[in-house]
């Protein structure tokens, strides 16, 4: 995902995004532990896209606080 689509998205949307995301990245890391996950990179990419989220509802945050 882009940071730049993400931006557009709403905060409850983001919100529901940053849980599917941790889900999905716990189920990848557990796949991985039983030697099922095929690509490992996806651990990696749904770290990223987490962070991303993560950062975009805390800038979110901080503009709040400001206004």
Do not use: P
Request: proline share 0%; no cysteine; aromatic share 4%.
């Amino acid at each position: 995902m882009k940071a730049k689509d993400l931006r557009e998205r709403t905060t409850e949307h983001l919100r529901e995004l940053e849980k599917s995301l941790a889900a999905g990245l716990f189920e990848a890391r557990f796949k991985n532990f039983t030697n099922r996950l095929n690509d490992t990179a996806t651990i990696r990419k749904a770290k990223r896209d987490l962070a991303r989220v993560k950062t975009i509802l805390t800038q979110r945050a901080r503009a709040e606080e400001k206004a």
